[in-house]
């Protein structure tokens, strides 16, 4: 899959599922669909893990300096 900005492949997502929940595709047509669904929810997945793996939070320390920590850290 080409690389695209996480907001559009999730509303292209949306999209998709509007469509196969309309019933008013016929079956070919709804299986292609599916698989580009399949596609974009991994897509989305793992866009989101790559973002929560960056996700710092900055804590003060007693003498007052900064020291970013990650999440799962806290």
Do not use: H, P, T
Request: glycine share 6%.
């Amino acid at each position: 899959m080409k690389k695209i900005k996480f907001e559009d492949a999730l509303k292209r997502l949306e999209a998709i599922v509007d469509k196969l929940e309309s019933g008013a595709l016929d079956l070919e047509d709804s299986i292609k669909l599916y698989e580009e669904g399949i596609d974009l929810s991994v897509y989305c997945q793992k866009q989101l893990n790559q973002a929560e793996g960056k996700i710092q939070r900055l804590m003060k320390k007693l003498d007052g300096d900064l020291e970013a920590m990650e999440l799962e850290d806290l």
